[in-house]
């Protein structure tokens, strides 16, 4: 059980540039979501999904598109990269049903990206 | 809306004491409140999660309180180790799909 798991760890890009970062999880989990977490600003949503084919804007969706092909899957698409999305991405997943074990949040470890 | 306020930003202590980490929110409305411990160029990990209908939650040497009514909540941790030295945030649920993060308080424990 790798619980979530991202790649890459570190990545860096030209300005107007377009990357994906992924995302998967093999805790049958069916909510997932992207964040960012930026010196003193903490960590805000972008997107999320609470499920295959659903997905639905954060706090901070610009820039950023996702979808939800399968449940493991959750990629994040940076359409034509800033230097203002440079910043450590996070994904998370939780279960589904309502109990305290599925309503804790498990986070990857981490994509660093700077952008040039 | 929901805001997230931890202080101190950070805490430097002798191993072996016991500290109390502190987290607000302004909006009691909310469906739980998780503790979670950050390490240096880590992911997060979930430490201790609480529902709204709870008081307090404990694990080892850890234990969470909350008080809704006054959007307050501590984390306390027993004879502190070189070991829990990390970043430790604590987020509230608004929403089914979101969480609110405080800024986080830095824990430095001294051998």
């Known amino acids: 059980n790798a619980g979530v798991t991202q790649t890459p760890k570190f990545q860096v890009l030209k300005t107007g540039q377009s990357m994906t970062l992924q995302c998967a999880q093999d805790?049958?989990?069916?909510?997932m979501s992207w964040y960012r977490q930026d010196p003193g600003m903490g960590l805000r949503l972008i997107h999320y999904?609470?499920?295959?084919?659903?997905?639905d804007q954060g706090e901070v969706p610009n820039g950023y598109n996702v979808s939800r092909s399968t449940t493991e899957d959750f990629p994040l698409r940076l359409l034509s990269a800033a230097p203002s999305q440079t910043s450590v991405y996070f994904c998370?997943?939780?279960?589904?049903?309502?109990?305290?074990?599925?309503?804790?949040?498990?986070f990857g470890p981490g994509t660093r990206l700077t952008v040039l | 809306k929901q805001e997230v306020t931890q202080i101190p930003a950070a805490l430097s202590v002798p191993e072996g004491e016991n500290l109390v980490l502190n987290c607000s929110f302004t909006?009691?409305?909310?469906?739980?409140l998780q503790w979670f411990r950050q390490d240096p160029g880590k992911g997060l990990t979930s430490l201790l999660l609480?529902?709204?209908?709870?008081r307090e939650q404990t694990s080892g040497r850890l234990n969470a309180s909350l008080d809704k009514s006054s959007g307050r909540s501590t984390l306390y941790i027993a004879a502190s180790q070189p070991g829990d030295s990390a970043t430790y945030l604590c987020?509230?649920?608004?929403?089914?799909?979101?969480?609110?993060f405080g800024q986080g308080t830095r824990l430095t424990i001294n051998p």
């Open positions: 999904s609470v499920g295959a084919g659903i997905t």
């Open positions: 998370a997943s939780r279960g589904s049903h309502s109990s305290v074990l599925s309503d804790t949040q498990y």
């Open positions: 987020a509230v649920r608004p929403a089914a799909q979101k969480l609110v």
């Open positions: 609480i529902q709204s209908s709870q």
């Open positions: 909006d009691s409305a909310i469906y739980n």
């Open positions: 805790m049958n989990h069916e909510y």
